[in-house]
Every structure is written in structure tokens, then in C-alpha cells.
């Protein structure tokens, strides 16, 4: 076989392999989220450590049950930025999740430069949902939202085997 066939093969293999590799990342197992669905009730804790429903309007989700971290949505609500302060926590670290190119509502560069100037907070949605992800909310001046899967500090102890910091539930044990 000559070297140019076979430069043909490992180039056309390789680009096939890629389209694939693309194709699994943002387009395979992403199912859009129904509006009634139990995913698309966005919650909040309160000061008091209470998960309380979020009046929302105009739910868009995704989600995948291949990872945990895989969620994102966007809606809006009629809840003012200075009732919320008032009444849930804060999230203080939150960094939005990239989501699909083609989930064109969630735009994590945007909602991440939004938060930094301000024009935008971030909430604790649920904390450990499932154990070491906290479901973030954030909300925009004009009642845009977005939620998104965050690994916690206890989550990034668990997952990386090191000793759960003192505030972390005991984790739940590994088949």
C-alpha cells in the first residue's frame, strides 16, 4: 500500500473518530426538559436552609442522565433582584457551565460576566442534589434566569478522595 493511501486512511479515520467525539459531547444524550417536569421546578434556599419554589415563567431546559452536571436552563420570573437578596442565599462562587452551542438561551460567558459586573445574582438553588452538586440560580435586573450543576467544595473532596472538609455531609458510600 502506498503512503499516500495510507496518509487517506489515518486522516479520513481521524476526522470520522472527531465528527463522533463531537457528536457525543453536544448532541447525544440531551433531552429537552418538559416545563412540568419535576427538573424544571427551580428552587431557592432561604436564609433558614429551606428549598422553596421559584415563581417562573417561559422554562427552557436540557438535561442528559449520562452525568449529573449535564443540566441547564433558562426562564424568567416575575421576582424582584432586591426580594431575593432578602430572602435567599447567596451563592458566591457560582461559574455557569458552557452548555450546547445549539441551547442558544444559555450563554454561560454572557450569564459569568454578567455576575462579575453585577448585573446579575447568583443563588444556592439545592445544595447536594445529587451529593457534591449544588444546583445554581441566577437571576439578571430583568428577571432572566438561568440554572445550572456546580460541584461543591464537599463534592470536589469526595470525588478527588481527599478528606471532606468540617461543614460536608458524610458522603454516600461507593459500590
Partial sequence: MSGKIMAFIIV???AVFGATLWWFQTQAYYEPVAADAPAA???LTSFQGVVEPLLTEGFEGIDAGTSPLRFRACFT???SLPTLTESFEPYETAAPLIAPGWF???DAAAIGA???DGSALAFLGEANTPYGIDRIVAIT???RGYAWPQ???CGEAAFAGDPLPVNCPPAPERN
Fill in 12 to 14: 479520513f479515520l481521524t
Fill in 41 to 43: 421546578q427551580i428552587r
Fill in 77 to 79: 420570573t416575575p421576582v
Fill in 151 to 153: 460541584i461543591n467544595p
Fill in 141 to 143: 435586573g430583568d428577571g
Fill in 114 to 116: 454578567a455576575l462579575e
Fill in 104 to 106: 442558544t438561551c444559555f
